[in-house]
């Protein structure tokens, strides 16, 4: 194995740079004010567009950096502005049938040339607002922050058209002031890029060349200049929406209904407070419609992190999201203060009836950013306290908190400086009503670039307090991080330094695994940009991480992964990564801090990907991993399929397999003892989506799950004090083995049927099982799955925007 970490390093370091011509200059084009508003067709032959500066000139970004765009193939864009909006004309030249127009819903490019816009209203260099249409018609828009970070929930209400004809296609934007914030200067300059995909080619050109050697997006914009007289409109929308829903599950409980219904109503706002800074506001919202989680077994000492799929909390979110101090599925989680082994709970009581999540009464977000760079954000979230029924053997039931009223609190500085830098202070807090547990975390985060943007120094110093719940003893912790490197060229690398106390826990309202470590990590990348004779792009990495615990002072791990990536001319890539780790001192898996003397172990995984413009398409992955104790081994394969059968219908398939054997973790406790097992896990993971657009307004998804994983424990051992495992001679544990299944089906059908307002339909089917039988086989699983009990659920929803401005116009 070591001979191959060789190889493999030799062949990262053997790849030879490239001499490529050097865009410094910075592009700007005069801003040119029209009286009269054109029509949003896409034809282009309104008057307003006479005599209009052409911003054309393009240069390739990918696969050939620095390119620039032929005569027939160039791109000619004009952009005007008047009192309410800027507008946007583009012409697309080429050949029709190379044009890719896979009709998506908003928000989803899928195989589709498309085209788009970069606006950095404060010229900061570091955030902007994206908007983007595709050849069939499809918008998508995004906010950009540091390092070009991408927030593709974020939506604003536009309006677009699309044109094919022989020339090749064109487009026809308006961009209201309302979805923009800037400053309130008489004159002003914006910082101005374009982009344009080319998806059966995978090409992307940019009007400002975006060299893919330069960290950072927007600070490779081009300047769109002398914007005059132009004022923020009153900014004040409101979204109500009403939801109906019905749900069935056999709860085979006396006196609790096996199926229920209610129906909800609620509404977003959202204010302009001035030209820099918005409010945002969900009253009573309703969340039931977004995707199922992909729920897994979790055999580890460390909680599962799940996507947040709630858009609330995920658009416009930039400020809130630096530090890594928000995990927004901690708001309307699970109530998680009571468990079956509380206090609370008396001898012979059991949970009879549980909320699955706790109900957010309202949350609000106001964020923005001053003329002189300060981005100011404040967040509120309320959730209602809730409940849960206890019963005992005589059927007697009572009532308890499970969850009490909870107000989420965020506070954000962040300083925009030269060259891409900044600072920036955050406040968490988390009151709890009651005498149950708050907690509070502040942070300071910094990171300064060079003027060329190639080297910086970054760091995050932070402190969490949290009050002992019912007069327990208050817990404060520390936690610091600091990193140095060279982020921009072909050749890049970091060094970071992350220290975390014993007490330091943000895990209240961030995601946080573990603490009392100290970390270094040193990462190499080279990449070669210019495309060779086989190859558009190469890149490697090389990764290591020192791990100690802090507190005593202890040795944990020693890890290395390295590897390199490589797309062909075809468009296939490929990726082989290797692992090692040494053996090491682990203080979480036996889940009460006593040592686990982890073994060695090492591992290999190729991946390949496809060209995926082509109508049927597939790829995967395959790998394994070896430990050094008691012959440890697991293998992972994986592969997808994809079929676009037209432009309206795809489907798609993923099928996963990961067999593992004599694999050595936490099984249990036997008294004071620590319990160890060896055993055999078998998982697998199916899912098949279904996508069908009738435009790009209206369309359907569907998704099916299928996940079974198990546990068959094959012999047990006691943990040693030395960290080592000696034979178990205790009794026998109850219920170690697992076997868990879940299944789903997501459902939806949505329909914007008017600029911000959308209906959609959901239906969701959910059977899960973590029933201790055991049978290796997979159709078995999958039969009893089908066989168990199901809750089906069907909804409908209704949400209508409703802009003050456009109401009060239809008035007068």
């Not at 949003?40 to 950096?65: C, K, M, Y």
């Not at 040494?582 to 006593?594: L, Q, T």
């Not at 086989?777 to 409908?796: A, E, K, M, V, W």
């Amino acid at each position: 194995m070591r001979a191959l970490f060789f190889a493999l390093f030799l062949l990262t370091c053997s790849l030879t740079a490239y001499a490529q011509q050097d865009y410094k200059l910075q592009k700007k084009i005069a801003a040119q004010r029209i009286t009269t508003s054109p029509k949003i067709d896409g034809l282009l032959n309104d008057p307003q567009w006479e005599g209009v500066s052409i911003a054309t000139g393009f240069i390739e970004n990918n696969p050939t950096p620095g390119r620039v765009e032929t005569a027939e193939r160039r791109t000619e864009v004009k952009i005007i502005y008047d009192d309410q909006a800027v507008y946007v004309a583009a012409r697309m030249y080429a050949k029709p049938d190379s044009v890719a127009r896979e009709i998506m819903t908003r928000d989803q490019i899928g195989n589709s040339d498309f085209f788009g816009i970069f606006l950095d209203p404060f010229l900061d260099r570091i955030n902007g607002n994206g908007f983007f249409v595709t050849a069939s018609g499809t918008q998508f828009d995004a906010k950009y922050s540091q390092g070009g970070n991408e927030d593709a929930n974020w939506n604003a209400v536009w309006d677009s058209q699309v044109r094919l004809d022989d020339l090749g296609w064109t487009v026809e934007m308006k961009i209201p002031y309302s979805a923009l914030r800037f400053s309130g200067k008489d004159i002003q300059d914006w910082g101005l890029n374009m982009i344009r995909k080319r998806a059966l080619e995978n090409s992307q050109t940019f009007w400002n060349f975006v060299d893919p050697k330069v960290s950072g997006l927007m600070n490779q914009a081009g300047v769109w200049e002398g914007l005059k007289a132009i004022k923020a409109p009153l900014r004040l929308s409101f979204s109500p929406y009403v939801s109906a829903y019905a749900s069935h599950f056999p709860n085979q409980v006396p006196g609790l209904k096996n199926t229920s219904t209610s129906f909800n109503g609620g509404m977003d706002v959202k204010y302009g407070i001035n030209n820099s800074f918005t409010l945002d506001m969900t009253l009573i919202p309703d969340f039931g419609q977004v995707r199922s989680d992909n729920r897994i077994l979790n055999l580890t000492p460390f909680e599962v992190k799940f996507d947040e799929n709630r858009s609330f909390f995920t658009e416009g979110t930039e400020l809130f999201n630096k530090g890594d101090l928000f995990y927004s599925r901690r708001i309307g989680a699970s109530p998680s203060y009571f468990k079956e082994n509380s206090k609370l709970l008396l001898p012979g009581e059991t949970i009879v009836e549980s909320p699955l999540e706790s109900k957010v009464l309202n949350a609000t977000k106001i964020s923005g950013r001053t003329a002189k760079g300060l981005g100011i954000g404040i967040f509120n979230a309320i959730t209602n306290k809730m409940f849960a029924i206890l019963e005992d053997s005589l059927g007697n039931r009572r009532e308890i908190v499970s969850q009490p009223l909870t107000n989420y609190n965020i506070f954000v500085l962040d300083q925009s400086l030269k060259n891409n830098s900044f600072v920036s202070l955050i406040n968490t807090n988390v009151l709890r009503q009651g005498s149950s547990q708050d907690a509070n975390v502040s942070a300071f985060l910094f990171n300064i670039n060079d003027k060329k943007n190639a080297y910086y120094v970054s760091g995050a110093a932070k402190m969490s307090y949290i009050t002992g719940e019912n007069g327990a003893e208050n817990n404060q912790g520390y936690y610091y991080d600091l990193e140095t490197g060279k982020k921009s060229g072909n050749f890049t690398w970091s060094y970071n330094q992350t220290l975390a106390d014993r007490l330091f826990d943000p895990s209240d309202m961030g995601f946080f695994t573990n603490n009392n470590f100290f970390n270094q990590t040193g990462i190499l990348h080279y990449n070669v940009y210019k495309p060779g004779k086989w190859y558009n792009t190469i890149q490697s990495f090389l990764w290591m991480q020192y791990s100690r615990k802090y507190k005593p002072s202890v040795y944990q791990n020693f890890a290395v992964e390295m590897g390199p990536y490589v797309q062909f001319k075809n468009l296939w890539s490929a990726e082989l990564i290797a692992n090692w780790r040494a053996s090491g001192n682990d203080f979480y898996e036996s889940r009460n801090g006593a040592v686990y003397k982890a073994p060695q172990s090492y591992g290999l995984r190729l991946f390949v990907n496809p060209n995926r413009a082509k109508a049927y398409n597939f790829g995967g992955n395959a790998g394994f991993t070896k430990q050094s104790l008691l012959g440890g081994k697991s293998y992972v394969f994986y592969f997808f399929q994809n079929l676009r059968l037209n432009d309206k219908l795809s489907l798609g398939l993923d099928l996963f397999y990961e067999p593992s054997y004599n694999f050595v973790g936490w099984a249990g406790f036997s008294g004071d003892d620590v319990v160890f097992s060896k055993y055999d896990r078998n998982t697998v993971e199916n899912t098949a989506d279904f996508k069908y657009s009738f435009t790009n307004r209206m369309g359907i998804n569907a998704r099916v799950r299928h996940y079974w994983s198990d546990r068959r424990n094959t012999a047990f051992y006691n943990l040693m004090s030395t960290g080592e495992l000696s034979d178990y001679t205790g009794s026998t544990l109850k219920e170690v083995d697992r076997n868990y299944n879940v299944f789903n089906i997501d459902f939806i059908y949505t329909w914007q049927f008017a600029p911000g307002s959308e209906l959609s339909v959901t239906y969701k089917d959910v059977s899960e099982s973590s029933q201790n039988y055991y049978t290796k086989r997979y159709f078995s699983n999958l039969d009893r799955t089908l066989s168990g009990p199901q809750h089906n659920s069907i909804s409908i929803k209704v949400l209508y925007y409703i802009d003050y401005l456009d109401l009060r116009r239809k008035k007068s």
